[in-house]
């Protein structure tokens, strides 16, 4: 097989490798999180009372636990990065601060229906102490997205899914650089073809040397460079906490 055929065809496995990787991982890794945890944390952000946001918090935990996550597991890839507020612990201390608070809520909302306040103006009361539950949610993360799991979600990939909690880390950067050489590769073969057209006087091509340089030293260490970049999250997850 041809240099050029072996590169094809190397380029391709890496293609059909990326894809698969990227739809196992949307598929497979992402769903279960979401399945058991994210989900139902943000059903509980759009739920409107108090007992179904404690019902889907509740079950976020539960999630959390079925999935493995422990009060000693850190939000952190490297020792240096694990302190308190990026442990589980915590983030099972702040799932319960939040339900502590909903369930403040209810005993507000019993106590003041009970007394001679117009229906008209608890309700308002009551829509603004449920806004502000759901502004709780979203601390942290400039109330554009909820994040009450904002550490157990890493610690899922971290410790259960590790090579994609780096993946959007290097999947960039070997996407980049494996689009170059491919591109620099389709860029030589059209001047080696130029060639007999430029014998003719016609076209613009490079010499047998300027190819076999651009190929050696450019096409290549690009290629093997994005494939290092595209292994290294499992060549990390064999660290991982």
Known sequence: MRGSAKYGVLFVVSLVATIAYSSYGSIVVSFAYDREVGGHVLNAYEVNTPEAMISELTKAVTGMHRLGLTDDMYSAYFPWERTPDRSMGFQYEYIDQLIN??????????????GNTSPEALGDVYEQKMDNLRT?????????????????????YIYKATPYYFSSLFGLGSAILLSMSLGLFVFVRIMERNRPIVRRGRGVSMSPEQTAWVRTWIVIPLYVLGLVLLALPYILSA???
Not at 108 to 113: D, E, G, I, P, S
């Open 101 to 114: 608070r909903t369930e403040a809520v209810i005993t507000w909302r019993t106590l003041a229906y009970s």
């Open 239 to 241: 660290g991982r906490p």
């Open 136 to 156: 709780f949610m979203t601390e942290g993360c400039d109330h554009t997205a909820v994040c009450s799991d904002w550490i157990a979600r890493d610690v899922y």
